[in-house]
Nanobody, 119 residues
Framework: VQVMESGGGLVQPGGSLRLTCEVS????????MGWYRQTPGHQREFVAV???????NYAGSVKGRFTISGDSARRTVYLQMNSLKPEDTGVYYC??????????????WGQGTQVTVSS
C-alpha cells in the first residue's frame, strides 16, 4: 500500500490550497480516507474524513473552511482549504483504511506534505 500526498506549499493568510492524496497498490480495497495534521508543538490531530460512500466529517476548527472530496474508485481524496489561517500551518498527512476480504486490517499513512500559512 502506497499513500502519496501532494499540493502543500506556502500561502498567505486568507488564501487557499488544495491537497491531493492517491493510494496505489493491489490486493486490497480502501475504506475511509482522511486527513490529519501535525502543527508545531502539538500532536497529530484529525482534520477531515470521507467514507467510501462519500459521507464526510470535519474537525470543528476547519468546518466551513475546508472541504474533503474524492473518488473512491480511483482511491483518491482531496482537501480544499480556504480562508487559511496561520494556525493551519503544519504537516498534513493522508490516512487510508485498508480493507481485505471485507475487513479493515490496517491504516496506511503518507509521508506528509507541508502547509505554511504566513505573510
Amino acid at each position: 500500500v502506497q499513500v502519496m500526498e501532494s499540493g502543500g506549499g506556502l500561502v498567505q493568510p486568507g488564501g487557499s490550497l488544495r491537497l491531493t492524496c492517491e493510494v496505489s497498490g493491489s490486493g486490497f480495497n480502501i475504506g475511509a480516507m482522511g486527513w490529519y495534521r501535525q502543527t508545531p508543538g502539538h500532536q497529530r490531530e484529525f482534520v477531515a474524513v470521507r467514507s467510501s460512500g462519500g459521507v464526510t466529517n470535519y474537525a470543528g476548527s476547519v468546518k466551513g473552511r475546508f472541504t474533503i472530496s474524492g473518488d473512491s474508485a480511483r482511491r483518491t481524496v482531496y482537501l480544499q482549504m480556504n480562508s487559511l489561517k496561520p494556525e493551519d500551518t503544519g504537516v498534513y498527512y493522508c490516512n487510508a483504511g485498508v480493507v481485505r476480504l471485507g475487513r479493515p486490517v490496517a491504516d496506511a499513512w503518507g509521508q506528509g506534505t507541508q502547509v505554511t500559512v504566513s505573510s
